[in-house]
């Protein structure tokens, strides 16, 4: 069990028979009256979000959530095919369980699958990742030391904000939770 006082950020609990996940709380102490927390947390299976109070003293289950290494294959155009890499089966997942995630992950690259009851419900990208920039606007020599920056889309599709100096064939870093440049490689 856990308590409403002890949420944090990803934490997974079990609420009026559904699962879901911590986005984002705030622990209040008014002045006047009891401390709550006010949380945001997002229905794991539906990925609907919803605003809620607790008491810091309400007590869950806190779910159990299995997690798999899976090698990326491909998409067919509706869905995205993962291989689990222990026993090679192929497991389809639809465009919205994936969309976070798949704009960071080439073909035969490795991601977590997060499963609720043997359900797929979530693809975490690693946190990580070096990437081909494909198309950028050319940089102007004398450009790189006011910090200004610029789009780039990288060969998985992805958009992210560059540095003015990175020019296409580069290859950079980035991380996935955020979305922002880190450095070239």
């Known amino acids: 069990m856990i308590s409403a006082g002890d949420f944090r950020k ?13 986005v984002d709380f705030q ?13 945001k947390i997002k229905n ?8 809620v109070t607790f008491n810091p003293t309400d007590r869950f289950p806190q779910a159990r959530i299995e997690t798999k290494e899976m090698q990326y294959l491909y998409n067919d155009g509706n869905l995205f095919y993962f291989m689990d890499n222990e026993t090679y089966e192929q497991l ?3 465009k919205e369980q994936v969309e976070d995630a798949i704009i960071y992950i080439k073909e035969n690259e490795n991601a977590i699958i997060r ?8 693809v ?11 198309h950028t606007e050319p940089g102007v020599k004398g450009d790189t030391a006011t910090g200004a920056t610029k789009p780039a889309t990288l060969e998985t599709g992805a958009v992210v904000n560059v540095p003015l100096f990175v020019n296409v064939g580069d290859k950079i870093k980035i991380d996935t939770r955020t979305g922002e440049y880190l450095s070239r490689v």
């Open 27 to 39: 622990h209040v102490k008014p002045g006047k009256g009891a401390a709550f927390v006010r949380a």
């Open 92 to 94: 389809p997942l639809e």
């Open 44 to 51: 794991v299976m539906t990925g609907t979000i919803k605003d």
């Open 124 to 134: 975490v990208a690693p946190n990580f990742v070096e990437l081909v920039v494909t």
């Open 115 to 122: 499963f609720y009851q043997g359900k797929p419900f979530e």
């Open 10 to 22: 990803g934490i997974t609990f079990e609420m009026d028979g559904e699962v879901y996940q911590i």
